[in-house]
């Protein structure tokens, strides 16, 4: 049972699962306590950790002690707000407050630029380190998050210091995906990307220019400067990683806003960015909201760029606060309506299982959720049917329970938003099959939903619901589901299943879509670039394209007095 629930967990079906999670890794998973003991009201500042929480006892196994950080880091010190203001970071899926967390500010993100800015100057510890020692920071601070998962699978045997924070738990309470999930899918993923983008940071580099005349030419890689970053709530740890680790392989400097509905690990992590060794001011972590901190961040005069992973409507508020400023750069991974076709020749047991999970893995919280399924008239009823079977089993319900397939939206608003949007489907004429309302009288579990007989005007099938809402649409001929699955404002992702290679070439190409997977679905790796077209963003994260928008490339011309092949 547990190798099941981890394959669904990760989105992965038996086959893809048996191949990638080996029952060596599965059963290395610690299994955490069900019914963690936090207790809300008792936690206490001490003075010997300054700028963190501790709770009396675990977020997992009862007697592991577990620090929570809760300040603004800036210059490799923890500060209070300069307002003094918090806010409460919720438990999704009680609605009870895990701690208070440091309200940043406009005045927050101005000492965060400067001590980044001080960094940066000519001359100083990080602009003089060789690009082999940031690589060797950037792999220290993965051996740094691993030591801690590590300790993590042997809390059971082990009383551990309260150094020993518990990411994996951590993420799982502040965000409510399954623990499992976010022990063998969302770590194993960060530990990768960092080490990659480690790999890379003495390796990406200018060439020399064999130009006319007695020259000698070369270009140069430098970084941009000051980066400021505003991540997400769906993946706070992976898209931390996703924004650090080029960033700082490159030489920059950094001014990170995490989410206001997921500080916490965003906060350990800058912990681990201390303990690893870079240097006061490089990397600077801003809890706040969008509107504030946020803000401050896109129309910074003295930032050089942003980079925001986020919604579209956000996304447009940072580019003009971008332009109306100092016209940084700007890189915008941003909202998706993906189409996922299933033509009739598909493997059936296949394509339902891979569509049930690029809708439904991460709570539908996925940016490139297969979110509007086309399905070819011949198999159409078939495919309804067996996916709403699949939905009907999906398990709902607390996330530190290792059968758990799903776990709570991230916050009463999100919650409240998608039961609206299924609302919209219904009173316009889409036939609910399953699901349809809260899973849970308390937290913010929503039934897995399918609709079927959906219509490409319909709100459900044209709006991003970001929730475990699957829209079921019917197509007759190739050209039809090209011309429908394109007519979108969005451009991030998109899935197609067959068995016919020329079908599946065709339509990889025919697709308006940063990313085309063929018989598989929410497949990552820190080697391939993810981002979108249209108003799904522009820029690349990952691969070697993921390093182009950190870097600014200069000319130099050297007068020589005689130039020789």
């Not at 009396?56 to 620090?67: L, Y």
């Not at 920059?252 to 870079?278: D, H, R, S």
């Not at 329970?401 to 998608?418: L, M, R, S």
Request: proline residues 5%; contains cysteine; glycine residues 10%.
């Amino acid at each position: 049972m547990l190798r099941a629930a981890a394959f669904a967990a990760a989105g992965l079906g038996p086959r893809l699962g048996s191949r990638l999670l080996s029952a060596a890794a599965i059963h290395a998973v610690p299994a955490p306590n069900q019914q963690p003991e936090v207790f809300y009201n008792k936690i206490r500042e001490t003075k010997a950790l300054k700028g963190q929480m501790t709770y009396p006892r675990s977020v997992g196994r009862v007697g592991t002690p577990a620090r929570i950080f809760s300040k603004i880091f800036i210059n490799n010190e923890w500060h209070d707000a300069v307002s003094k203001k918090t806010f409460p970071t919720i438990n999704p899926s009680t609605g009870e407050v895990i701690c208070q967390v440091a309200e940043g500010d406009k005045e927050d993100v101005d000492r965060a630029v400067k001590a980044a800015r001080a960094a940066f100057q000519l001359g100083s510890p990080w602009r003089r380190m060789d690009a082999s020692e940031r690589g060797h920071l950037l792999n220290r601070l993965a051996d740094l998050i691993e030591r801690d998962r590590t300790y993590l699978a042997r809390s059971e045997h082990l009383e551990l210091d309260a150094s020993l924070a518990v990411c994996s738990a951590l993420e799982t309470l502040d965000n409510g995906k399954p623990y499992l999930v976010s022990y063998l899918t969302d770590l194993a993923l960060v530990l990768k990307c960092i080490r990659y983008y480690a790999g890379w940071a003495d390796k990406y580099h200018g060439k020399t220019v064999p130009m006319d005349g007695d020259f000698f030419s070369y270009t140069r890689h430098e970084p941009v400067g000051v980066c400021g970053q505003i991540i997400p709530w769906n993946f706070p740890l992976l898209m931390q990683a996703w924004k650090l680790s080029p960033a700082l392989a490159t030489g920059n400097v950094i001014v990170m806003k995490v989410a206001e509905q997921t500080p916490l690990t965003a906060l350990y992590v800058a912990n681990l960015v201390k303990e690893a060794g870079f240097p006061p001011g490089v990397v600077n972590i801003v809890p706040g909201f969008g509107s504030t901190a946020g803000a401050a961040i896109a129309s910074h005069e003295d930032v050089d760029k942003v980079a925001f992973t986020g919604s579209t409507e956000v996304g447009h508020h940072i580019q003009v606060s971008a332009g109306r400023s100092n016209l940084k750069r700007v890189t915008l991974e941003l909202g998706g309506k993906s189409p996922n076709i299933i033509m009739s020749d598909a493997d059936m047991d296949w394509a339902v299982e891979q569509a049930h999970s690029a809708l439904f893995f991460n709570q539908g919280q996925c940016c490139c959720a297969g979110s509007r399924v086309f399905v070819q008239e011949d198999v159409y009823a078939e495919f309804v049917e067996r996916s709403v079977i699949r939905a009907k089993s999906r398990v709902v319900g607390n996330p530190f329970d290792n059968q758990t397939e799903q776990g709570p939206q991230v916050d009463e608003t999100q919650f409240k938003k998608i039961l609206g949007y299924i609302k919209s489907g219904k009173e316009e004429g889409a036939k609910l099959m399953c699901g349809g309302g809260a899973a849970a009288d308390r937290g913010y579990f929503v039934q897995p939903t399918v609709f079927g007989d959906v219509q490409d005007g319909m709100t459900i099938a044209k709006d991003e619901i970001f929730g475990p809402v699957m829209s079921i649409l019917k197509f007759k001929t190739i050209e039809e589901v090209i011309r429908r699955a394109n007519n979108s404002k969005y451009g991030l992702a998109a899935g197609v299943f067959t068995k016919d290679l020329d079908k599946a070439n065709y339509l990889s190409q025919a697709l308006q879509a940063g990313t085309v997977w063929i018989n598989c679905y929410n497949i990552f790796g820190p080697q391939m670039p993810f981002g979108g077209y249209k108003m799904s963003g522009h820029g690349r994260e990952m691969g070697e394209y993921g390093l182009q928008t950190y870097t600014e490339v200069k000319s130099v011309v050297v007068k020589v007095p005689q130039k020789n092949s």
